[in-house]
């Protein structure tokens, strides 16, 4: 479908495109290039979703590209798993929006004309439209790392150390030297190829740059950059047994690939130091790479870390890390969100130097915004109450135009059907109503949408006490183009005919926790909200039966809904994708 809504939304400026900008004006470089590097240690969450669209947001704004590079080098903790649902992601969140990434690489297209200035070129072949997203692997490039760390050794900057990783650790806070700083090249060149053959075990050795004991930036304090891991890795399989670490991976990665902006995080801002060491270190040439940070999207109402969303996955606090109620790319998908509102979404909180807090309201906001445009308007009764219609014939029939969209002129329109016996919500009736409550009462009228006045003539009780059905009477005279189709009513509201009604299983989502900063104290265990799923049978109009799983659907006055992958034959399953009005916004007013 080709929607308004997916013409690209005007690009944003921040301080990080003024860079970028500045750059591509000064012709500094011959293309923009950016990545987005997430570990494949787990799944990606909306602070995830706000980079992505940064990075493949700045490459399609200036005519670049922007690789998709899994950040591989800690073999224990990371799974093919995570690439797949990692790559899964991106390319859902950026498709629609990634085609004017030329150059992507994509399946297939083999990366020719490699090295470039000792570079590989990847940028021959261009994708083709609509192409997927394939990622590239730090890990394909160890080859060339190693060799970039032997060239350090050969220049007299990076040895091999003998201590273990708590001495490591006391030496560089209190800025002592390692006994085997001084080692001979060709000692260190012969421990690190030891190191490579795996004669040593784990923790045994590592090999540290040479840059400074006593830095006041202590990570510039004879970092750490290759260690011994006796473990298979998930894309190399058994080839190696010392793994770079991150700052030594990342930099060299983002040349080797020719990455021009290298953007990420706050936290790596004591990292650039070395960063561009390395690269200067090793004499590589111009142009380099440059880092650059912003600050991350914290989300009220939320936890964004892998580590903690992995708690509560494992501990089966939540269905998995696609639950509707993670924060996760692949959880807010299923609860219905579109790619363009996430991406709205991130356009429009916008890019800074400063961290801070932003308001879930804000995603919220952009969801609705979005579904309010294109979702098919459906009746559906949540929590049913019979309605039974005394002064119609048992098998009066008839059938309503009912607007799909109101939104889209060209939405077209649906039949519902009306008869003696309908459904409406529990919550539309109440016997004893407080004041101004205006929909069903004993005595009262209500309009149904798309329909006629009825008025509640009798309460019949069920044994338990609970309302077994409302006797009601209906006035034919006041439908659309009826005699008394102007009589004021001050309530409207859905229904279903209970013959035609179809069952549906209904997943009332909330969020998942209480308080706006779970983690303030560090706990956020204990304030998961204990009602943020409630499952309920819903009774849908009928054409909902052909429910499929593109299609959004505002089931009236209640929320949005969308299908879910458990629905089955004769089994349809759908997740409220949010509410119409800000429950939560009004429940704090009170
Ligand atoms: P987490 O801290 O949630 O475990 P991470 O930073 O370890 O995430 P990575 O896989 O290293 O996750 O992240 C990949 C990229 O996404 C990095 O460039 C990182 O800076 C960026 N990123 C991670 N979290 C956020 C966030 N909340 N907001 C914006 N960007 C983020
Ligand atoms: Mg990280």
Redesign the pocket.
Known sequence: MNHPADAPSPAPSDFIRDVVAGDAQAGKYRKIVTR????PN?YL?I??A??ICLNFGIAREFGGVCHLRM?DTNPAKEDVEYVDSITADVNWLISGFADQCLGLKVKGAAPEGRLVDGRQDFYLGEAPAGAAVEPFYASDYFDQIYQFAVQLIRQGKAFVCDMNAEQIDEYRRTGKASPFRDRSVEENLDLFTRMKNGEFPEGSHTLRAKISVDAPNIWMRDPLIYRIRHVEHHHTGAAWCIYPMYDFAHCLSDYIEGVTHS???LE?EVHRPLYDWILEALNLPRPLPHQYEFA???LTYTV????KLMQLVNERLVSGWDDPRMPTISGIRRRGVHARALRDFAYHIGITKYDGLTEVGVLDHAIRDDLNRIALRKLAVLRPVKIVLTNLDADYFEEFDAVNNPADPQGGTRKVPFTRELFIDADDFMEVPPPKYFRLRPGGEVRLKYGYIIKCEEVVKAADGGIAELRCTVDLTTKRGGVNEGRKCKGTIHWVSASHAIDAEVRLYDRLFTVPEPDAEGNFKAHLNPHSLEVVTAKCEPSLAAASPEERYQFERLAYFALDPDTKPGHLVFNRTITLKDAWAKEQKK
């Open positions: 987005f590097p997430p570990e787990g969450h602070g995830h706000k980079s950040d953007i990420c995080t790596f991350r999207l914290n964004m870390s892998k580590r």
